[in-house]
C-alpha cells in the first residue's frame, strides 16, 4: 500500500490507459517509474504512461458531487447527492417501469467496477438498459472470434509470443502511437529477420516501420483479406493437414474466395496485385506467422465479417492454436479485455455467460441471492441505448460510469440531443468530462491509483491494480456508490471493498469461458498476473488457449463463408472524400483524462484534419487555415495539416477532441452492432474566417 502522494513508499501497479497495461511503479508525488517485470512493456512507458501521476494531482478533479440547481451544477453533499439519484430511479421506475432507468458503462471500468455494475443494473434497477462503451471498441473481434473459436480472448496467446514471429500481419492498427511499448515485440522479431506487413488507408507511424505497407481504400479490408486467402490458396500455402484435423467448413471456402483474384482486388482496394501477392507470399511461408486485427478493420459496419476473413486467412495457414502462430484481436481500452467478460455488455452475464442460456442464468442468480426469473434478458446494444434515451418508449434515466458518449459516440451531435432529452442524468467520473457537463447529478469519482482493483490485459492477462494514494476528501470509489444506491433501492448483497467484489466475481463466473475461479488478490500479488481461464487455485492459467482443442462443441474451429461490401455510405458528388478516424500518441480515447494533463495537452493541444498535397492544393487550403467537414450528420472545424502519408481520396481527424465524431456513422455491423467510426463520406471546404 502507499502512503498517499507525498509518502514514503512506491507502489507497483499498472498504467491508467490502454489495454497494454503497461507495469509502472507510483512514488511520492505521483512520480511514475515503469516496472521490468511485467513482460507487455518490459521497462518501457509511452508519453501517457510517464505522464499519469499527474492525473493525480490535476486541478480539474472533481472533489465533491454536483448538482443542477437552476440550470447551474452546485457543490451538495453525497447525501443530497445519492438521495436524488434514488429519489429519480424510484419516480422513473414507477411511472415506465424498471426499463425507465439505463446503465452506460466503461471498457476502462476495473473487472470489479464492471461486475457491479452488471449486477447493480440487473438485480437492484431490473433493468435489461445496460451496455457499455467497449461495444465501440472491439465487439466485432469478439463477435468473429466467438463465431470461429467459440471464445474471444483478444490475444490467445502472450504478447510476448510476437518476438518470435517470422511474418506479422497487422490490419487496421496504429500501435507506435497507441501502445508503443507493444512495438518492441515487433521490432525484436523484425531484429531475428521477421517481416511485418501493416494494412491501412494512412501511412502511420506503424506502417513506416513495416516491410510492406498495403495501403487501401478505407472501408475494404474485407475485400484484401479474401484476396490474400484467394492468393494462399492458388498458390498452393493452404495447410491441407492442419484444415483436416482441426477446422470444418473449409469444403466452401476456395468457392467464396474464388472471385477475388489480385486485378480485381486491387480495382476494389487500391492496393496493386504485386503487393498483395508478395503479403500471400510472405504469410505463405513456414515459420511463425500471426495475424493481428484492429479498430481500422473491425469498426465497420462489416466489421465482424472482414474479422471473421482475416481468421479464415489464418486457419487456412493452420495459425490459431499452434505455437507461436495465431490470430488475434489488439484490444484498446485499458480493460477493454475484462469489461467484456463481466456483465456490463447488453448480452452477457459474468463469465462471458450468454444472459439468455437458462444454465448461466440459474448459476449467476444464485451467487447474487435472486431468483433466475427475476433477472431481465438482453437489452439493445451502446448505440442503439443512447439514441433511445429520453424518445418514445425509451429510457428517461441514465447512470454513467467511466464513459465520455458526448464525445466518444458515433453521430455524437444527435447523441447528445438524446442525453438532453433525459429526465434525469447522473454520470460519475473523475472531471467534468463533456457528457458530465450535461448531467442532472455529477459524481466525483477515485480514479486509478486512488483504489484497489484488477485488470485484464489485451493478452488475457489478469493483473491487479493497486491503491497507492489516498483519494482526495470528498470523493467515493464507484464500487462504494452502487453498494449505496442498491441499499437504498432495497437490494441486498452488494459489497464495497473490491477484495470482496473480486471474491463474488470469482465465484460467478465459475464454469464460464472467462472462469477466475482459481485467481485470488494473493495470487496476483505472488505471481504478478494470471492468465484466464484458470478454473481452480493449483491450476496454472492458459497462457495460451487452443493449443489441444478450440471451444466450440466438436473442438474444431470454424470457417465462416464471407462476401465484400461497399460501406453503408461510400462517396459521391456530393460527399466526395473518405473520412477515416483514430488516435495520436499523447492522446486517449475521447481525451477527458489526457487533455488536462499539461505534457500530453501541449504535445497534442488540438484536433486537425489531414490531407494530401493535392487535395489541400485543389481545395486551396495551406497547413494552419482552418477546414470545415461536412457529413450527412454533421459539420466539425479544425485546422489543416498536410501529409502524403494520407491518401488523396481520404481525410483523417483525430477523435479525441469534441468534433470527428460529429461526423462518423451510425451504421451498424449486425452482428456486433459496432457502429461504423471507420469510414464515412465527407466535403471538405475552407472555413469561414470567425
Ligand atoms: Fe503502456 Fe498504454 Fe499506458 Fe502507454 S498508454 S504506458 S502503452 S499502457
Not at 187 to 201: H, K, N, S, T, Y
Not at 336 to 346: S, T
Request: proline residues 8%; charged residues 25%.
Amino acid at each position: 500500500r502507499g502512503a498517499g502522494v507525498g509518502g514514503p513508499v512506491t507502489t507497483p501497479t499498472h498504467c491508467p490507459y490502454c489495454a497494454l497495461q503497461c507495469g509502472m511503479n507510483v512514488a511520492a508525488g505521483g512520480v511514475i517509474t515503469p516496472r521490468e517485470d511485467v513482460p507487455a512493456n518490459g521497462g518501457a512507458l509511452c508519453q501517457k504512461g510517464w505522464t499519469a501521476g499527474e492525473l493525480l494531482s490535476s486541478p480539474e478533479r472533481l472533489t465533491t458531487p454536483l448538482m443542477r440547481t437552476g440550470g447551474e451544477l452546485v457543490p451538495v453533499d453525497w447525501e443530497t447527492a445519492l438521495s436524488r439519484i434514488t429519489g429519480e430511479i424510484r419516480r422513473i421506475q414507477a411511472g415506465h417501469g424498471p426499463d425507465g432507468v439505463a446503465v452506460f458503462g466503461g471498457g476502462g471500468l476495473t473487472n470489479e467496477k464492471a461486475y457491479q455494475l452488471g449486477k447493480f443494473a440487473r438485480v437492484a434497477l431490473r433493468t435489461s438498459n445496460i451496455d457499455y462503451n467497449g461495444r465501440f471498441c472491439m465487439s466485432s473481434a469478439a463477435a468473429a472470434a466467438q463465431r470461429a473459436f467459440g471464445l474471444d480472448r483478444g490475444l490467445p496467446f502472450p504478447v510476448t509470443d510476437l518476438a518470435r514471429a517470422d511474418v506479422v500481419l497487422l490490419a487496421g492498427g496504429n500501435v507506435a502511437e497507441t501502445m508503443p511499448p507493444f512495438v518492441r515485440h515487433l521490432a525484436e522479431a523484425r531484429r531475428r529477420g521477421g517481416r511485418l506487413i501493416v494494412i491501412d488507408p494512412r501511412e502511420t507511424a506503424t506502417a513506416r516501420q513495416a516491410d510492406l505497407h498495403l495501403r487501401l481504400t478505407p472501408g475494404t479490408d474485407l475485400a484484401l483479406a479474401l484476396g490474400l486467402l484467394h492468393l494462399v490458396i492458388a498458390d498452393g500455402h493452404a495447410d491441407e493437414e492442419y484444415i483436416a484435423a482441426r477446422t470444418t467448413g473449409w469444403a466452401e471456402i476456395a468457392s467464396s474466395v474464388s472471385a477475388y483474384w489480385p486485378e480485381r482486388v486491387e480495382r476494389v482496394t487500391g492496393v496493386p496485385a504485386a503487393d498483395l501477392r508478395r503479403a500471400a507470399r510472405l504469410l505463405g511461408a513456414p515459420g511463425n506467422r500471426v495475424i493481428l486485427t484492429a479498430r481500422g478493420a473491425e469498426q465497420q459496419s462489416k466489421g465482424t465479417d472482414t474479422v471473421t476473413a482475416f481468421i479464415n486467412l489464418a486457419l487456412a495457414l493452420g495459425l490459431p492454436g499452434t505455437p507461436g502462430s495465431g490470430w488475434g484481436c489488439v484490444t484498446g481500452q485499458g480493460n477493454g479485455q475484462g469489461g467484456r467478460e463481466h456483465g456490463q455488455k447488453a448480452d452477457q452475464l459474468p463469465g462471458y455467460r450468454r444472459i439468455d442460456d437458462p444454465a448461466a442464468r440459474e448459476h449467476v442468480a444464485r451467487v447474487w441471492g435472486v431468483d433466475p426469473a427475476d433477472l431481465p434478458g438482453p437489452g439493445p446494444s451502446a448505440y442503439e441505448l443512447l439514441d433511445s434515451l429520453g424518445g418514445e418508449g425509451g429510457p428517461r434515466a441514465l447512470l454513467v460510469f467511466g464513459s465520455n458518449p458526448a464525445v466518444s459516440a458515433p453521430r455524437a451531435g444527435r447523441i447528445a440531443r438524446r442525453l438532453r432529452a433525459l429526465d434525469f442524468l447522473c454520470v460519475s467520473d473523475l472531471v467534468l468530462s463533456e457528457t458530465a457537463a450535461l448531467a442532472d447529478v455529477v459524481l466525483p469519482a477515485a480514479q486509478w491509483a486512488e483504489e484497489d482493483g484488477t485488470m485484464t490485459n489485451l493478452e488475457g492477462r489478469v493483473l491487479r491494480r493497486r491503491r497507492a494514494v489516498e483519494p482526495p476528501p470528498g470523493v467515493r470509489t464507484d464500487l462504494w456508490v452502487l453498494a449505496e444506491l442498491a441499499v437504498r433501492l432495497g437490494a441486498r448483497g452488494f459489497r464495497r471493498e473490491p477484495y470482496d467484489v473480486f471474491e463474488e466475481l470469482r465465484r460467478a463466473s465459475a464454469g464460464g469461458a472467462a472462469d477466475y475461479s482459481g485467481i485470488g488478490y494473493e495470487r496476483l500479488d505472488r505471481e504478478g498476473g494470471v492468465f484466464w481461464p484458470c478454473p481452480a487455485e493449483g491450476h496454472p492459467g492458459t497462457p495460451r488457449v487452443f493449443l489441444d482443442r478450440f471451444a466450440t462443441p466438436d473442438g474444431r474451429a470454424r470457417f465462416v463463408p464471407v462476401d465484400h461490401r461497399a460501406p453503408a455510405e461510400d462517396v459521391d458528388e456530393e460527399y466526395p472524400l473518405y473520412l477515416t478516424t483514430g488516435r495520436v500518441l499523447a492522446q486517449y480515447q475521447s481525451g477527458a483524462q489526457t487533455r488536462r494533463i499539461r505534457p500530453l495537452a501541449e504535445a497534442a493541444p488540438e484536433p486537425f484534419v489531414e490531407l494530401h498535397p493535392d487535395l489541400a492544393e485543389r481545395l486551396a487550403l495551406a497547413p494552419g487555415d482552418r477546414a470545415r467537414v461536412t457529413s450527412r450528420r454533421g459539420t466539425a472545424e479544425a485546422p489543416v495539416r498536410i501529409s502524403t502519408a494520407i491518401r488523396p481520396d481520404t481525410v483523417f481527424m483525430p477523435f479525441h477532441w469534441p468534433g470527428a465524431n460529429l461526423l462518423t456513422s451510425d451504421a451498424l455491423d449486425p452482428v456486433s452492432r459496432m457502429p461504423e467510426f471507420k469510414v464515412c463520406a465527407v466535403r471538405v471546404q475552407a472555413a469561414r474566417p470567425v
